[in-house]
Nanobody, 115 residues
Framework: QVQLVESGGGLAQSGGSLRLSCAAS????????LGWYRQAPGKQREMVAV???????NYAESVKGRFTISRDNAKNTVYLQMNSLKSEDTAVYSC?????????WGQGTQVTVSS
């Protein structure tokens, strides 16, 4: 009932920037918290950033000061602005929506940062 589609991934140089977008279907988007997660090869998936229905945010320590999560409820879209990229940011990034009863994941978008 909810479909999440990420876009904006690609190749960036160290110190560069990328902006990820995740567009969601459904009419209740504004009622749920959202997040961005990433998984690098050989590593566990980790939370990168989350944003609540009141637009409060939380970030992984490794991205604080560099990444910004935001949401536009009118567009049913959540964003991740990534600045000052590092090679260790290379991963598949997925967006996430959590309801009280189930969770939804996007298909993921590859972010590669060259050294």
């Amino acid at each position: 009932q909810v479909q999440l589609v990420e876009s904006g991934g690609g190749l960036a140089q160290s110190g560069g920037s990328l902006r990820l977008s995740c567009a969601a279907s459904g009419s209740l988007f504004r009622l749920y918290p959202l997040g961005w997660y990433r998984q690098a090869p050989g590593k566990q998936r980790e939370m990168v950033a989350v944003i609540s229905t009141s637009h409060s945010t939380n970030y992984a320590e490794s991205v604080k000061g560099r990444f910004t999560i935001s949401r536009d409820n009118a567009k049913n879209t959540v964003y991740l602005q990534m600045n000052s990229l590092k090679s260790e940011d290379t991963a598949v990034y997925s967006c996430h929506l959590q309801t009280l009863t189930k969770e939804y994941w996007g298909q993921g978008t590859q972010v590669t940062v060259s050294s």
